[in-house]
């Protein structure tokens, strides 16, 4: 699910899982639920969208099980990748510079981000499938954009709060000396806002594409009602090869799986990090580095730097120049204004404003309304199923999070204290990270089935998978943060092995575990959606749980029931941050923080 | 007299807090900058040296009354001023050249004109040949001529400096100020006057035609007077060495009128400081303290605070804190900047362990209100626990949101010291002190923890 980079011990201490950053901050109720409103609004606005469709059944597509057909599906699910982190990536910095800057929308940006990390999106797949068909002339470029906008909803709250919150951080002195300087917004965007993100944003970065591999697997190819929705690409490949149980396509999807996953690595991810290494914020000259011998290349090229003298060197310049010359015409106007002119349009203004934001309130009262009178239609015996399958999917989470966490510890401190078996073990565990456990979910459950496993067991495992990545790496961290020092007062004095393990070693990883669990928390309520409920070979396999309530939902069109779950499922996740791991991360940040 | 280039009018600069009242950081003042001046601008930690700079440079806006640059409101005027930081305030990921031509990309110059003026400035201030580097690959005295450059590049009007040479080593520092020295004296230079901000004394009668001290709680101008001694300066002088005694006692007498210059003055009055319910704790640790007494007491008990500084090659400004809680706890008194040992001050130094741990309490107790406000509480309590947050907030009407977490740190340190209480971390608590050989215990602990 996601991935170290080499640099990762050189950048923790500023950059941790944007979900994690989000219990450093508190705000009062009252967001909340506006938050909670404008969400319900969204819903609902979905809904309708949807149902207008609802009545035009079209014909479906068939996905072949070739292997020769491969190069073009993966060429497909990359496509669809890179353009939904395209839209992220910008997205995010838009939304993370306004929430930033803009006082006003600040608290009510940044709860908006912990609500949003916090809804399952997977519950969102059909209302958004169905929103997208209708409003795309045809049905394969809406069902297309339907994923991509998904894809984009799991991507982008991580790298939105990253680069927020490095903004926020940015060291006083530096953006004094921008603004002493009289640099224009956009040269403090290019010169100090962006280089100052850059890790942190590469960093979530290789979080965000990796779940939405995860993602992908899942919306590629999934049935409404009587509606089978499928997009030509790796997940519908792998998906139709499981269920028909044809083993060679399943070896060939999965191997060209992590084919594409390596490329990336070596292709996309080294060059970048190799890039970013000169946007490191520190003051001395670190000795290990990530190469790239493909970054040596571009940055050699003489066609590319011709190409840039020619294209991006001028526009710049003149773009500055214009800058300038506008500061300096601006200055003057700005006197010459008087001051009644100025108090009248500051009237019109607040006037205006007011207006809109009662207008913007009234809409979402209405539609939040609207949203909440579905759940009228919600029976008693539905509501006790959802309860029920609320908790049965919180024992298999925390069942799931034990698990992880009794091999991981072990393992990543391990791994955290030789060096040598880190460079073994490092590349394996990042590869084998990075494939989406939702490709493997089907191979798994075919497994399953043959030795007469449940699917009980099946969706725990699938949220091992998933999510046991968060809790190893932030280990192996947390491990090689431990300082030497207190490793070699523990062998001075004879430590027994348990008197270290409590004296030393869980103190000093304890802050990691924590970012690594909340992560994971999170991460395996979303993949519940999956575990919980599956089709294979024309059967649907499933077990109690909220995951498995939103799928049937999905499944059979029961808004109402879809929307209440989900609503469940968020406030759980919300209510169990707020309860568990905010407290646990504060006591983390008080007393086991090393060197603080 | 030369009209001003940065006048101050009644500035006042107060932070709102999160308990509705306001902390008042800077007290109206006036001030103003004119041509052909270096100023040094003098005062402890915290009396709002920087927030003062930050405001005359037009970065902050004052909370009450305005600042003119030439006599326009300095938020509509096209102000051409330059800050040189004490952190450098380098971007790292730009080279050395791309960094001193940033303002002037700013100003819309094009790049071959930008090129030629970087370069001259990078050779002026003694970096040519280094163009290319970037800042994380030179050394701190290197990478503060970098800031110089920047500062100079856009020839600045005025030049602010706050701390510029604190984070160099001496040798740097000594170098670096005669080399800004030369380039002012030479007139090397446009820039019409420097604003330098700094806690060395010695830094401050170097190159200052002008000192201002500031005082704290709140901020405001203690002393602001002329230095007539001509350059180039030498420190042996004695009329350089009178004036630095002499800040030096405006310095440790927070609370007197300065005493009369030895050189012409043009000092003005000062304000009436505000009446304090707390003292402010210095932030001074208990082993520092025991230090410093055991050292006036080798001195015979009476000793200069200049020489005992430069005995322990401490900066003065570490120093002070020391000697002020030693003074807070009636173990020292400080009369014409000589520290004298008291009674119960020379018992402390010769104790051992436990004796000082109970001199210290009796004395704290005694003398510190908030400590002793502290222990009453815990006593009071049948539990024996009270929250931090409620000394907090009674303490928040007073200092700002920092200094408030500092006092109350500080408090914990004493108070822990001194076995008049322990402090409860993670549910942030004041707690009874429990028996001595818990104690040992729970510190051993805490090595490891911490
Ligand atoms: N943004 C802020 N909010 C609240 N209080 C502040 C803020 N900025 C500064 N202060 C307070 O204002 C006071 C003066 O701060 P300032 O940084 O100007 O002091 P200084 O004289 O420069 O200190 P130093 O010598 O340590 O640099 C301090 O008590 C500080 O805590
Ligand atoms: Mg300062």
Known sequence: MMKLPDSFSNIRGRETFARSQVLQRSWPVVLDLCVA???????????????????????????????????????????????????????AIGYGYIA??????????????????????????????????????????GVEMGAIVLIFTGQVWNMAFSFYSSIKSIPRELSEAANIYKFSRLQKLIQLELPYAAIGLVWNSMVSVAGGWFFLMA???????????????????????????????????????????????????????????KFKFEQVESSSRVRSPLLHLLQQSRGLQSLRQHTIVPFGESLYRRLAEERTVGTPTKITKVRGEEAKTGIAS???????????????????????????????????????????????????????????????????????????????????????????????????????????????????????????????????????????????????????????????????????????????????????????????????????VISAATDSGQFQILLLATIVMAIMVVTINRLVWRPLYRLAETRYKLGG | MQPAIIRAERVEKYYAQPSENRIQVISPTDLSITAGEIVALLGPSGSGKSTLLRMLTGLSTPSAGEVYWHEKPIATAEVNVSIVFQSFALFPWLTVLENVEAPLKARGMDAAERRKHGMKILDTVGLDGFQAAYPKELSGGMRQRVGFARALVVEPEVLFMDEPFSALDVLTAENLRSELLELWQNKTIPTQSIFIVTHNIEEAVQLADRIIVLGRNPGHVRTDFRVAIPHPRDRKATAFTQLVDYIYKVLTQPDAQPPALPQTSTGKTV??????????????????????????????????????????????????????????????????????????????????????????????????????????????????????????????????????????????????????FDFDASRRRFIQSEKLHHDADASSTAEIDA
């Open chain 1, 100 to 141: 930033a800057y803009s006082k006003r929308v600040e608290p009510l940006m940044i709860a908006g981000l912990d609500i949003l990390q916090s809804i399952p999106v997977l519950s969102f797949l059909p209302g958004v499938m169905l929103a997208m068909v209708a409003l795309f002339p045809t049905r394969q470029i």
């Open chain 1, 350 to 548: 607040t006037l205006l404003r007011g207006l809109i934001i009662l207008v913007a309130a009234g809409v979402v009262l209405y539609a939040a309304w609207q949203a909440l009178t579905l759940l009228r239609q919600v029976h008693g015996s539905e509501f006790a199923t959802i309860l029920k399958g609320a908790m049965a999917t919180f024992l298999r989470v925390n069942i799931s999070l034990i698990l992880a966490a009794a091999w991981t510890i072990p393992a990543g401190v391990a791994i955290g204290f030789h060096p040598r078996l880190a460079r073994i073990a490092q590349p394996i565990a990042q590869i084998a990270a990075s494939v989406p456990a939702t490709a493997l979910f089907p191979v798994i459950l075919l497994a399953l089935i043959r030795i007469g496993g449940s699917m009980n067991i099946g969706s725990i495992a699938l949220m091992l998978l998933g999510t046991q990545w968060y809790i190893l790496f932030n280990v192996i961290a947390g491990a090689m943060a431990i300082p030497s020092d207190l490793k070699e007062v523990a062998t001075l004095f004879r430590f027994t092995t348990i008197q270290k393990w409590k004296t030393v070693i869980l103190p000093g990883i304890f802050p990691f575990l924590i970012t690594g669990m909340v992560t994971a928390s999170g991460g395996a309520w979303n993949a519940s959606i999956i575990a919980e409920y599956f089709r294979l070979k024309n059967q649907t396999l499933q077990t109690v749980g909220l995951g498995a």
């Open chain 2, 271 to 420: 304000r009436d400081q505000r009446q304090m319910h707390y003292q402010m704790l210095p932030h001074a640790r208990p082993g520092g303290i025991a230090g410093l007494l055991e050292l006036v007491l080798d001195h015979n008990g009476k000793d200069d605070i200049y020489r005992l500084a430069d005995d322990l090659a401490f900066q003065i400004d570490d120093l002070l804190p020391i000697v002020d809680a030693a003074q807070l706890l009636g173990f020292l008194t400080v009369t014409e900047g000589d520290a004298a040992i008291t009674p119960t001050g020379a018992e402390y130094a010769n104790s051992e362990i436990l004796r000082q741990k109970e001199l210290f309490r009796t004395a704290a107790v005694e003398n510190v209100l908030l400590l002793r406000q502290i222990v009453r509480a815990i006593e009071s309590k049948s539990d024996r626990s009270v929250p931090e947050e409620f000394f907090h907030d009674m303490l928040d009407e007073q200092f700002s949101e920092d200094e408030t977490l500092r006092q109350l740190e500080t408090a914990i340190n004493w108070g822990r010291y001194a076995e008049l």
């Open chain 1, 37 to 91: 409103g404008i969400g319900l609004a969204c819903f609902y606005g979905v809904v309708v969208i949807a149902r207008y469709w609802f009545g035009h059944p079209e014909p479906e597509i068939v996905i072949s099980q070739s292997p020769r057909a491969l190069p073009q599906y993966a060429f497909y699910s990359v496509v669809r990748i890179g353009l939904a982190y395209m839209l992220s990536l910008v997205f």
């Open chain 1, 219 to 277: 919306c590629e190819m999934f049935v409404l009602a009587t509606r089978d929705f499928r997009l030509p690409g790796l997940g519908s490949y792998l998906q139709t090869a499981a269920g028909t149980g044809n083993y060679a396509a399943i070896t060939w999807g999965l191997l060209t799986m992590i084919a594409i996953i390596v490329a990336t690595d070596q292709l996309v991810w080294r060059p970048v990090i190799a890039w970013s290494d």
